[in-house]
């Protein structure tokens, strides 16, 4: 079977969402030939090797530059504030750029003899479903007769990070409605989705980040919290998703404790000596600093049903993992309850939390749908056409 992979900087970012496509692309690879085209900006740089037997780039910021060339100043101007507009309605920028050509050739140069099988673009961002929807009425002889799937981290109606505009929710429905199969990261959002669009609900599943367990690692951990005690928060934190201001106050009446804050966000409340905001750093740096803590925190979203990327990273982890949350309704449908503490997203809450001694975890993935099975079931449908 050969398949072709469309996403945004697969081996090129170290977001969550490249996170999580790598680790789709490894397990695909274990059934398919897998080829990739992605979508990177011109000072991208690979960083990391993946089991790909083809790979082929599409120039973002390049083709936007060259698309604008031939064109009147005036018309450049125009068109410039028509896109700034949507941009600003839409926030992605691959809804507002032309890369038809640059598709099509990317394609069509993949070394690939044959057609392809299965083609799946995977966001976010969202654009990438919509690059590949305005070539597929183009006659490319690799895509001829190819099943087509679509892999959604982050909704388009309904994202935690985006005001919910009514065109949204007839544009999601569109992209959804030209997919054979859809596939969504979070259970809550599939189900969700599910409800909002019931014309399509029978194509849509529920496809989980895939996890890789380290063989040596303990079935239970625990932590006696004696001074000094290393605390990370590693992700964005912004007021409209996630408020770590309560967290930074604990760290005011827990001297013993440290903090490290890595990633970019906003806080309205004054920061204590104990506590150290890094600002975004690379997965590697960040890694080793997860690495040394002793406690993660992962803040869930206020509202929306989107889970974390850093659930599925740090629940493997050999550490003590506390999730914060607002709602009850934040934490509903969380990925292995078990695995994680639980704490109200309050400074008093937190500060006795982190009080009590020990506290105590379990490493439980039973009731968590693994994802090489689900996807090996989704491709068997594949093969058998």
Known sequence: MNILFISSGLRYYDSSASTRNQQLVNELSKYANVYSVE????????????????????????????????????????????????????????????????????IESLESGQKFDLVITSSDPVGIHWQYLRI??????????????????????????????????????????????????????????????????????????????????????????????????????FKKSRDIDPLIQAMSHLPGFSLSII??????????????????????????????????????????????????ELAVHPKIVVVLYEYEDNIVGFPFPKRFSFCKNDCEQIVALLRRSPIIQQHVFEEYVVGADSLKTALQEISAI
């Open 136 to 237: 597929k009425s183009c006659r490319v002889a690799k895509l001829q007769c190819a099943n087509y799937w679509q892999y959604w981290g982050d909704p388009l109606y309904g994202d935690v990070n985006h005001a919910a505009m009514p065109w949204m929710l007839f544009l999601e429905r569109y992209l959804l409605s030209r997919s054979n199969r859809i596939f969504w990261a979070s259970l809550t959002t599939c189900e969700d989705k599910r409800m909002t669009h019931p014309s399509l609900s029978a194509k849509m599943s529920y496809l989980p980040r895939v996890i890789n367990v380290p063989t040596d690692l303990k079935n239970k951990i625990s932590l006696d919290l004696h001074p000094p005690i290393k605390c990370v928060y590693a992700g964005n934190y």
């Open 263 to 312: 990633g970019n966000g906003e806080t309205d409340t004054s920061v204590p000596e104990n506590v150290e905001i890094c600002g975004r750093k690379s997965m590697v740096e960040s890694e080793a600093i997860v690495k040394e803590s002793d406690i993660a925190f992962i803040l869930a979203n206020r509202r929306g049903t989107q889970v974390p990327g850093k659930v599925f």
């Open 39 to 106: 979508f990177v900006h011109d000072n991208a740089k690979p960083l990391l090797n993946l089991p790909l037997r083809d790979e082929k780039l599409v120039f973002v910021k390049g083709s936007f530059r060259s698309n604008t060339d031939h064109v009147s100043a005036k018309a450049k101007r125009i068109k410039m504030l028509i896109r700034k507009i949507g941009r600003h309605l839409l926030r992605d920028s691959l809804f507002f750029v032309d890369l038809r050509t640059e598709l099509i050739q990317a």
